[in-house]
Each structure stands twice: as structure tokens, then as C-alpha cells.
């Protein structure tokens, strides 16, 4: 029998209603973060961050890189795993998957375009968010290149009251860095970050309409950060 998908992101709806949910991107600042600082804490780590943060609740990816690495170094993950994945796209993770296909939550995301670049990108926002409210399915979920903005969305279904962003400053530091001391990723600079920075200001607007707050976190004082929380603005 072939092995298809059996879960998906709409089936955590509402699990952790009313909580803090802890983003953990890939940014220079997650340098300053011990590795069980996640631990007490509903956490969700984007792409290769899971493996400087094993502890965390959910690792949710969309490039198949991460898929492979971590069949090969973590497959005890499968299970917290959430794969975005769009019919546009030519390659396939269930071919990646295989008969681990059911294993993972599956994140559609209807078009399979992150070029969000015309007029409509608050309307598309908008849309999206109201979609997860009325609990629809499928959803057309929002992106503006970084897939922290599939994570901030993946929280807000799962219904968080506030959703605290690490290491998602979306900003290129000294010597040109960009990425946090993760071996796995390297540390190619993130091409867009003016277009990510827009996308996840719209994104914390929007879901202040929804009573729901999203904030960054920094955890330690550097001559480009202060700790403590700081406002997207």
C-alpha cells in the first residue's frame, strides 16, 4: 500500500490555545542562547536550528536539504516535524519521504510562489490569516521569503496568544553574517532581508488585529542588539 499523507498542520488547531509559542530561526543572535533554553518552552525551530536546539516541540521546514539531513542525523524528529510543501514545485518530499510520508504534519501551501511582490501582498496576508480563523482547508498560507512567516502562521493556528521570535532579526551583521553557528546551514547571507523584514511587520500587524502578539527576543547585549524584547516595527 502506499504510504500518503495522514497528518496535517489543520490537525493541530487550536493545541496550544491561549500559549506563548517560541519561534527559533537561524539569525546571528541565536548565537548568544544556551542550548536548554528552549526547554521549558512550546518552541518551533526553523529549518537546521533543531539541531543546535534538540529540545524544541515542532521543526518545521520547506527546503528537502533539511528533509535529508535530518533522515540521515535525527530521525527521531519525524514525528514533530512539519513539512511546507507546495503541488507547484517540481521536485516532491514524498519522494524524499518515502514510507516515512505519514510520519510528518504536512503545511500545503496552495500556489508554491514566495515572489510576493505586487500590490496584494497585505490582501494575501489578510486573506491567509482570516482563512486559519474560519479553521479552513485548504489555506493559502503567506510568505515573503523566510519561512519564519510559515511559522508565525503554524502558531497562530495552533492557536497562540503570543508568539516570541529568536534569532529572526532578519538583518546582516559584521563581516557580512547573517546566520547563527549552526554547521549544517554555513554562512551564505540571506538574499531578501528587506522584503523578510516587511513581510513579518505586516504579519505582527495584522495578527494585533487577532489579539495576538509577536515580538522578538534577544538573550544577550551586543554592540547590534540589547536583551530583552524588542518590537517589530
Not at 504510504?3 to 498542520?9: E, G, Y
Not at 528552549?38 to 524544541?56: E, Q, T, W
Not at 510568505?143 to 532579526?169: D, P, R, S, W, Y
Request: hydrophobic residues 35%; glycine residues 6%; contains cysteine.
Amino acid at each position: 500500500m502506499e504510504n500518503k499523507p495522514s497528518k496535517f498542520i489543520y490537525d493541530l488547531y487550536d493545541i496550544h490555545k491561549d500559549k506563548t509559542m517560541w519561534i527559533i530561526g537561524t539569525g546571528l543572535s541565536i548565537n548568544d542562547f544556551p542550548e536548554n533554553f528552549f526547554k521549558d518552552k512550546i518552541s518551533m525551530a526553523l529549518n537546521g536550528c533543531a539541531f543546535r536546539y534538540p529540545y524544541v516541540e515542532y521543526n518545521i521546514t520547506v527546503d528537502p536539504f533539511w528533509q535529508k539531513i535530518m533522515l540521515e542525523k535525527k530521525p527521531e524528529w519525524i514525528e514533530k516535524t512539519i513539512i511546507v510543501h507546495s503541488l507547484g514545485w517540481g521536485h516532491s518530499p514524498f519522494d524524499t519521504m518515502k514510507d516515512l510520508t505519514s510520519k510528518v504534519y504536512w503545511m500545503y501551501w496552495k500556489d508554491g510562489t514566495s515572489n510576493r511582490r505586487d500590490n496584494n501582498t497585505e490582501k494575501l496576508a489578510r486573506k491567509a490569516l482570516n482563512s486559519i480563523v474560519k479553521k479552513e482547508n485548504p489555506i493559502d498560507f503567506f510568505i515573503a521569503g523566510t519561512v519564519a512567516h510559515f511559522a508565525i502562521q503554524a502558531c497562530f493556528l495552533m492557536g497562540a496568544k503570543k508568539i516570541v521570535l529568536c534569532g529572526c532579526e532578519h538583518e546582516i551583521f559584521i563581516e557580512g553574517r547573517s546566520h547563527g553557528d549552526i554547521k549544517e546551514y554555513g554562512d551564505k547571507p540571506f538574499s531578501e532581508m528587506e522584503r523578510m523584514q516587511i513581510g513579518t511587520i505586516l504579519l505582527t500587524n495584522l495578527l494585533k488585529e487577532h489579539g495576538v502578539e509577536v515580538i522578538r527576543y534577544f538573550n544577550d547585549d551586543t554592540p547590534f542588539y540589547k536583551k530583552g524584547y524588542k518590537e517589530i516595527e
